[in-house]
């Protein structure tokens, strides 16, 4: 028996080829060309023109008394923005994919059609409904919670409420995402497995816990690495809400928004180039952590069932 | 004994269904909130938010600038071409590549997936001028297809993100079995596939949504009038101190449609693609 | 035990059910799939084919850049007419972009070269900026310069005065509305003095119909620009106390300046309530809703005010502090039109022609008839048909006019002035900082990078 030769393997070129030129030229070349203007500075001389400084816009921006507490106050935000939605969205998302994917549930497409238009919705539309139905004039919160006897107030001006407000405004939008995927999941379990879990005598909270979460651990993996991703870009309904200075007093303030106001400038305040890339240059060593920890440090551990 | 399973049973059927109502109300009730208020005189809408239209307060004057204004229809034509595009784009460079990143053992496979993914933690917003000035030098500009190339570079790093998990977990004796059987590389590729059709569908759902709302690239890439988009339409109604708050909200419950009738099409598929497989032994 | 039993007899379970599930599958898919391709590739290529079908060509259309939305259809239904009734054969197209973006939209139009051939120009910085980047044209040889005073050009010229590269097209003046109908229902008359003011302040709030001042801190530059260059320029003695700032001889936080974030401290309590959440749209229509009896503003409400207010709109201007024997006005020179400098050739005389227009007395009677509320900076006089337009116009012959303080030079470095003024002002009307620190914080910001300012 003759061993195969080894044919050229150009099938692997042609599948891979189109999304890497594509995804080459008009994403990681514009990105990394603007990238690069983190390691220059304009020449204190002729400010239009630009020298080599190597990291030094990254100390500045870690030291310096007009920058340091602008980026630790949106690093800070931005953890506060993923923890809300890691512990309100994605549960919640679970919860509603486990109801959606029951049998036993009736209606179900409409159900799944009507939670998931929030997510469809633009951020115009999300920020000015949130806004009216929040607005300490006119909004509908004040009447709830004059039911349970609490008092409406102007979250969305108050440092202290902004930040969590804003969070859920988010979720409420989001949620579909995480919804969809775990839907998906779960609706790729074979039934048999549940039949025979429920017939050995499980409870439903058992059969969910014991035999339905394990399977589906790849999918909360990714939708907590997607979650992560998602919320350290975050960046448009703070800025229609909240506006380039993510007010109040820089409170929601969000490494998206503090990007966007340094780089193309905001109001008087001419762009900064260069020390918005450098913010870039962050939110990417930031991001590409999160991801490298998921990575390495959980899928490669979990699992894989192959079904 | 069995009796009171049954009602723990029925109990556990009613809670859930209530919870379900529970959260739809809390997520449909903003949205229609926006659909009344589409229908109402500008004062009406602050004075009262949360009323219906009556005979008084129920206008339309918003539903008539955005006929009258602009080129409506056609910011729907552009939108669907630059949507629908990129995301048949996405779809097949996606799972093309995907396939051969989670398929494939060669050297390099996981740095290729890791540069894959590095479009995701980055600021799209970064690269705006260099991308201006490109597109200016390949002549794409105020074009749907340059558009079209920047959304499905942006989709992309997501889509293989996602689809190379899923693609993981086909079991290879189906891909083995076939290629004993004669098949070539690309035809597995063409067997495989249905069977991420739910994971394919949600990222169908997922880019379809930023590149139908988008603002930004439009603006800069294709702000002409012959090739605006519903939402690039919808911002010239936002000024400095006066906004057209009712064109505003007619425009963008309009461009609500589309996307809801794509929604309904791709969830079917996410539906058919796990239900085809369960056929009777 | 039963749990390593269990995951074994479920994995073994799970791989041979799935193997049968998924064979099946693929045997029935086979002829899908072809029809899937055939309609997938006819799909793409009718897209590829409208996609790609070149756009009108170039013409000779003029481009108008602008972040003014609230003005595209006054352009496209008298401007633009007006001029082509005179100039037939040029065709102009109004194109604003939203006015959040415009300053970074602008940026990278101009650096791509995809900007379009006019540019309506922000005053002093930022346009001075992209003229010294070479994308603006000067404007020397334009005739009808002459027509603008020193004063109305100084916003859009070199710091030398050696090249003017805008065309000033209006000014904004500051003031406060009114309700008409609840003044006369509480029997009150406008203020001229601080005391009047604060006594007509305490009969709003008495009487409880009306909030006292609509004003909301939420979008931030309203606490700046309506109220602290509203009526600082009382306090701090107009252009004088500017100046000062300029040279280094006047500080925020001191004299003039501090009064004034003294003065606007003593707001706090008669704002309208949840203020802190309210943005600039939910102040606008908490007034023209009736909810509120003052309105701290520019001239550039009127149109909007009057469109959708069902009451009668008064105005009086900012009131003067005790012992004040001359007024001041906020006139601030807002909003200019420039060419860009790499106009092709061929449009180039067009583009200037238009210019040229925007300097005749015809435009300036137009532009201000027909945007109320801004006026124009030319010399030319002009009657205007809105009486509450007449009015705050007439407050230029009984007041010393100003400009904002942070406008010219001070907003050139970081921390930027007016970001300042909008952040702390901001806070002191939210309770989070008293009028000292408030002004201790601008001055402060301004002292790291302005030299006249250092050391003090």
Redesign the interface.
Known sequence: MTTPKKAF?T??I???A???I??T???????V???RLSLYAPTPDNP?VEAFVGLANYQKLLTDP?WAPRLQGAIRNNFVFFIVHMLVQNP?GL??AT??T?K???FR?I????????????????G???????????G?AGDILGLVGLDAE??????SAALPVMSLISV?QF?G?PM??F??AL??L????IE?ARVDGAT?WGVFWR?KFPLIL?TVG?VGV?TF?GNF?A?DLV?TI????A???FSTDLL?TF??RT???????????TM??TI?GV??LI??AG?VIY?FGW?RRIA???? | MIRRETLSRDV??IL??V??LA??A???F??L??IINSFKARQAI?????ALPTAETFSLVGYDTVALRGNFPNYFVNSLIVTLGALI?IF???S??S???SE?K?RGNAL?G?Y????????????????LR?MVDLGLTNNLFGLI??Y???G???A???LS?FL?????DLKDAARVDGA???RV?WLVLPLVR??L??IM??NM?PIW?DLWFPLILAPAEQVKTV?LG??SF?GQFLSD?NA??SS?TL??VP??VL??IF?RQ??RG?TAG?VKL | MIEDHLDIF??R???V??RM?YSFTTLLNVEAIVKKVAVLSLLLLAMLALAIAPVVAQDNTLVIESWRNDDLTIWEDVIIPAFNAQYPDIPVVFSPSPP??Y??LL??RLEAGTAGDLITC?P???SL?LF??GYLASLNDLSGMENFSDVAKSAWITDDSSDVFCVPMASVIHGFMYNADAFAALGLSEPTTEAEFYAVLDAIQADGTYAPLVL??????ESATVGYQNIGPNYWGGEAGRLGLIDGTATYNEAGFLAAFEALAKWQPYL????????YP?AQS?FTLG?GAIYPTGSWEISGFRANADFELGAFKPPTPEGADTCYISDHTDIALGMNANVPEAKRANAETFLQWMTTPEFAALYSNALPGFFTLSNHEITLDDPLAQEFLDWRGECESTIRS??QIL??G??????DL??YN??ML?G?LTAQEAADAVQMGLA?WYEPQMGS
């Open positions: 393997p099938h692997i042609v599948f891979l189109p999304a890497v594509i995804y030229i008009f994403m990681i070349y514009p990105l060309d603007s990238l239009r007009l919640i919860l509603l109801l959606l029951s036993v549930v009736r497409t159900f799944r059609t009507l939670i998931f238009t929030p997510t469809i919705l633009s951020f115009v539309l999300v000015f409904i949130w806004q009216i139905i929040l607005n300490p004039l006119w509908i102007p979250w969305l001006g108050l440092e409420w949620i995402i969809m995927l839907s998906a609706l790729n074979p039934d048999e497995i025979a439903a035999v790849p990714i997607l991703v870009n960046f800025y909240a506006g380039g200075l007010g109040p007093n998206g990007f966007y780089f193309f400038g905001f109001q008087l305040q001419a762009g900064n180039p918005g890339a870039a939110m990417f991001i590409l991801v990575l899928q894989r069932v192959e079904y | 556990q059927v859930m269904h919870a379900l959260y739809t809390l997520a449909i903003p949205v909130l926006v602050f004075r009262n938010p949360y784009l097949l460079a996606g093309m590549a396939f051969a990143l494939y060669f290729l890791l894959l993914s590095i479009g995701i933690m980055i600021p799209i917003r970064l690269g705006t001028v260099s991308l490109m190339l920047v499905t570079a942006q992309l790093p997501l293989i993100f996602v998990s993981q977990e086909v079991p290879h070539s590389e690309y590729y739910p994971a569908a949600t759902v997922f949504i709302n939402t919808a911002q936002l708050w505003i909200l963008l461009a609500m996307i809801v929604y309904i969830s996410l539906i796990l369960s | 479920i994995y379970f799970l791989s059910f799935a599930r959040a973006d300053n970074g940026n990278s922000r002093f910085d930022a900026t010294q980047s909301g801190t939420s979008d931030q530059w309208i309530d949840g203020y802190q959440a309210l943005s939910d908490a909810l942070s406008y907003s050139r970081e921390p930027n002035n007016e970001t909008w952040l901001a806070q939210n989070e790291t």
